[in-house]
């Protein structure tokens, strides 16, 4: 480590006698030492800024859902449109962060491409870029999962509230069925011991029977409905999220191998330099034999002359 020193204000030295020399007046100069100081911002580049992008939408996503929670698990402070007007917005959003980490894979695709020679050799150069590419999309990929993980979560308590309300209204609609046959039984009776002294009372009590019956036929069919729908979009969430844990798994793979490549290109550059090493070494040892055998060579034909 005594070797090295620190050669910075030497830097700034030269930059300001050159600066001065070249007829700068103060303020460029000043602006000149300043950027040693203060660094301009790095431009960021396309992928970059694609990838800040689908953040940002994840992470206007998971506020949507943290906003919109209690309103569409608590069935008491929103309809059923309105749920399905949520989970529309929600389904749209996911779509358009799932095409985004495509493009941005894609791109990763199409870079790995180009950065192979005529031979089908990759630069091992650009090989670490490449890897946290890859990992760039593997950490949106992990995000949209964990948030579509609790959208899932979501559904399944509506839909678990859909099958509890549901339940119960089967189980009323069988006592009511039953309590009419019970009380038709005796109603019969009752009409036969009278000599059909009642005959409106009977069709009044049969008319309301059959009027809950219909409604509550019609709530169920409504229920059911409601019910099968959100099965259909809960099977269809899951299948999407499938779809991401199958992308995210390829994808770390593939991370792991790029990052293998990195290691094995990392070392091949080491041995690389330790024979770039051994070469100067050898080099040099030759070249002083050589200015050796010259001097000696030189020093004895002048010894023998001088002896002649």
Known sequence: MSRFRDRTEDFKDAVRQSAISSGFNESKLAAIMASFIIHKPRQRTPFLKSALKTLESIGALDQFLSKHRK????????????????????????????????????????????????????????????????????????????????????????????????????????????????????LNLEHRET???????????????DDETRALQVELTSLLDAVQDTETKMVEMSALNHLMSTHVLQQAQQIEHLYDQAVEATKNVELGNKELSQAIQRNRSSRTFLVLFFFVLTFSILFLDWYN
Request: proline share 2%.
């Open 71 to 186: 309103d569409y698990v608590d069935r008491h402070r929103t309809t059923e449109q309105e749920r399905d007007s949520i989970e529309h917005e929600v389904t749209a959003f996911v779509k358009a962060c799932k095409e985004q980490i495509d493009v941005l894979k894609n791109c990763i695709n199409d870079e790995e491409a180009s950065s192979k020679g005529w031979l089908g050799i990759r630069d091992s150069s650009n090989a670490d870029t490449i890897a946290h590419k890859h990992g760039v999309v593997l950490i949106l990929s992990e995000k949209l999962h964990s948030v579509t993980a609790q959208f899932d979560q979501m559904r399944a308590v509506r839909f678990q509230e859909a099958i509890n309300r549901a339940m119960p209204r089967r189980k009323l609609k069988k006592v009511v069925d039953s309590n009419s046959i019970d009380t038709s039984k005796p």
């Open 195 to 209: 000599n059909e002294n009642q005959p409106e009372r009977l069709r009044v009590q049969q008319e309301l029977l």
